[in-house]
């Protein structure tokens, strides 16, 4: 189970990966494991990878907490390169991301179905802010225009520490809002993505079980 932690604190503390508060909470380990080649979207990247290795990052260490305003993610994971300035074409920036099921539930293999629509916050260390992205099952990602999250990452010793954050109140359709307030209970997931292994879109490391997530009110 993910607890998130009601705690007084300021946003911008919440939001450095080394802010004090993060310090007194305790992480969660979430094994993750490499998507199945199957379930990749197009048989050129099947065959592609299929002598090739992804989505070795073993775990994500989550830590969770909120100041009755947002709710934040803290994600922390070992990664012997930082890559967060992508180059070319070839080259790849890290990346993590936290699914939650708009509704109650939703298949993860699948990235939703038509009437189970999930949501994902990608964060990137060459973008801005994390993206807002919503599925409806395969092939059927598409990044929202308007973005409510925020988020920081810092690199140091062969480890990311990221966190990523969302106000419970968005003024964005129902449709697209994962549900969120203290006291509630519902579901979330998390992936790795590394770039120094060309890493993107469906290749990446997840848990592919749904997590309790527990919000203290």
């Known amino acids: 189970m993910v607890t998130v932690a009601r ?43 299929a002598s090739l290795r992804h989505g070795e ?5 989550v830590a969770a907490a909120h100041n009755r305003e947002s709710i934040f993610f803290h994600l922390e ?14 080259d790849f920036p890290d990346q993590a991301g936290v699914m939650l099921p708009i509704n109650n ?49 810092v690199w140091r010793d062969g480890a990311w520490r990221v966190v990523i954050s969302r106000p419970f109140n968005v003024g964005l359709p129902a449709a697209l809002v994962v549900p969120l ?3 509630m209970t519902h579901k979330c997931t998390f992936a790795v993505w590394q770039g120094s292994n060309k890493e993107r879109g469906g290749l990446k490391a997840y848990q592919p079980v749904w997590q309790p997530l527990e919000i203290e009110a």
């Open 105 to 153: 539930d939703a298949p993860i293999t699948e990235m939703g179905l038509p009437d189970q629509p999930v949501n994902m916050w990608l964060w990137r260390p060459d973008l801005d802010r994390p993206l807002y992205v919503t599925a409806a099952g395969r092939g059927t990602t598409r990044r929202q225009t308007e973005s409510p999250l925020s988020g920081r990452g």
């Open 7 to 49: 705690v007084q604190a300021a946003t911008d503390d919440l939001l450095d990966p080394d802010g004090a508060p993060w310090r007194r909470l305790q992480s969660q380990r979430i094994s993750l494991s490499a998507t199945p080649l199957s379930l990749q979207p197009s048989e050129y990247v099947q065959n592609k990878w």
């Open 57 to 61: 990052t073993p775990e994500v260490r």
């Open 77 to 90: 994971w070992d990664d012997a390169t930082d890559d967060s300035k992508p180059n070319d074409m070839a």
């Open 181 to 183: 307030a203290p006291g």
